[in-house]
């Protein structure tokens, strides 16, 4: 195939080159050139316009494939939608190849399903698929990490379900910079996306973090792929969290949870027990909170240890979410109830490996670190809600009924929430619930200060 002419564009100032450049003669931004083609004359092809009217368009057929892993259909909106593009994210070795190899199991049943790995002959898939207890006379192997054969071999499987395992190891034989790089993932990915709408091909990319997190990435593509999942979980923890961080076709932050063992990923249909499965511990710094995860609550327990800091300036870290919010904390107790950590290391960890991004979780994180500077432990019948302002105060949250429920159906009977937040009090009656305007009241009610 002919090479397509290409150059390299300044991402920063638009400034072209016909060579790669370290630095922009024009902006002076350092590594900012990127291979794209040269596409001065570019006109729209004129071909079929498949033009309807809205009421038009028929909703009667189904339009998602259901696999029958729950925990993946639910995060996706409902099902695999057919024509659809997935980018699957994750640190390498997490699970995406097993997640997805066990997500055809059924769909292969009645559905061709090509599996197409640029990472594991297929002697290894097969080894895998065993192991999994996968038989799937309609999965289609091929190793391969060209482009062009990789679309060859569409043609001869006629796939419903595709995966490509992962974007990082294709290349398209039109762009001369090596597989990885920003231009190969980019290119590989449209050409993927054109066929996946074209022929209503369900179409998942496994794309790896790389140590930086951004460069030829999952994150390059985001905006491409019509849904994003991400596959996090600590290394050395079972547990496994798939999370939608862009849908096209459903909610997004949904989660579902996996356990990984040695038969492969295991759905967990009750995940606040296993979040909690350890923090019966009574011990100061341990405090319950209730998130909403997408649609879905889920109790997680957050630890903090604050301990006499041997270091000039004393440490501060946080496991789990934004390192911001744990210094903002800090310096709120510190300025409004004159608590002192100038000598103290802060660490907060959530417990499980998940990641949190609710402020409704910040008056649970300072009631853990308080409780651990304190060295004042909070019973295990709490859970504690709110979000915390710069002044002290604590600010309403949604979703506290369903935090509220969920809370109660593991067996807390005490909560601590923002006042007048919780409308409907029919459906936690028998809890004792706490309403409270400022971390002060909060920390009285917790420590009796
Ligand atoms: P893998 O799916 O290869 O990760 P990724 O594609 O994200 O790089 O999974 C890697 C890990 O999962 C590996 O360390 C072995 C483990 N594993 C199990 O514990 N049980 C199993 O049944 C399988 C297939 C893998
Ligand atoms: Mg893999």
Redesign the pocket.
């Known amino acids: 195939m002919a090479k397509k002419k290409t150059m390299f564009v300044c991402q920063n100032c638009g400034n072209t080159s016909v060579k790669w450049i370290g630095k922009c003669p024009e902006c002076n931004e350092w590594d900012s050139f990127v291979e794209e083609f040269d596409e001065k004359v570019k006109q729209a092809p004129v071909g079929k316009i498949n033009l309807m009217k809205l009421t038009e368009i028929d909703l009667s057929y189904e339009n998602r494939i259901k696999s029958d892993i729950v925990e993946m259909d639910n995060v996706l909106g409902g099902g695999i939608v057919k024509g659809s593009l997935i980018l699957v994210g994750?640190?390498?070795?997490?699970?995406?190849?097993?997640?997805?190899?066990q997500t055809t199991k059924k769909i292969s049943a009645d559905m061709n399903v090509l599996y197409v790995s640029g990472?594991?002959s297929m002697r290894q898939i097969k080894l895998?698929a065993k192991?999994?207890d996968i038989e799937g006379e309609n999965i289609f192997l091929l190793s391969e990490t060209n482009l062009s054969n990789i679309l060859a071999a569409i043609d001869m499987a006629k796939p419903e379900v595709l995966i490509i395992?992962?974007i990082q190891t294709v290349s398209s034989d039109e762009i001369t910079s090596a597989a990885g790089s920003v231009s190969q993932v980019r290119e590989v990915t449209n050409v993927l996306m054109r066929i996946a709408k074209e022929r209503g091909i369900a179409t998942f990319i496994?794309g790896?973090v790389t140590k930086s997190g951004a460069i030829a990435g999952p994150k390059v593509l985001e905006h491409i792929v019509d849904t994003v999942l991400y596959?996090e979980g600590e290394k050395n923890s079972?547990y496994r969290i798939l999370r939608s961080v862009k849908n096209r076709f459903g909610s997004t932050n949904e989660v579902g949870l996996f356990e990984?063992?040695?038969?492969?990923?295991m759905e967990v249909s009750n995940p606040s027990e296993i979040f909690l499965q350890n923090s019966n511990m009574n011990e100061p710094g341990s405090v319950i909170f209730p998130s909403v995860e997408g649609t879905r609550p889920l109790l997680i327990e957050i630890q903090s240890l604050v301990s006499n800091s041997g270091f000039a300036s004393p440490r501060r870290m946080g496991v789990g979410f934004d390192y911001n919010k744990l210094v903002m904390i800090i310096a709120v107790l510190e300025k409004k109830l004159g608590m002192v950590f100038s000598n103290e290391d802060v660490y907060v960890n959530i417990v499980g490996g998940i990641q949190i991004g609710e402020p409704a979780m910040d008056l649970a994180i300072a009631s853990s670190i308080a409780s651990s500077l304190l060295n004042k432990n909070i019973s295990k019948e709490w859970v504690i809600i709110g979000e915390v302002g710069l002044l002290g105060e604590i600010r309403v949250t949604p979703q506290i009924e369903k935090r509220l429920m969920e809370s109660k159906r593991m067996g807390f009977v005490k909560a601590l929430i923002p006042k007048n937040s919780l409308e409907d009090r029919s459906a936690v009656k028998g809890m004792d619930i706490y309403e409270v305007n400022s971390l002060r009241e909060a920390f009285k009610y917790l420590f009796n200060r």
Not at 91 to 101: C, E, Q
Not at 260 to 265: F, P, R, Y
């Open positions: 994750g640190d390498p070795g997490i699970g995406k190849s097993t997640l997805l190899l990472e594991e895998r192991r999994l395992d992962s496994v790896h596959f079972l990984m063992t040695s038969k492969g990923l």
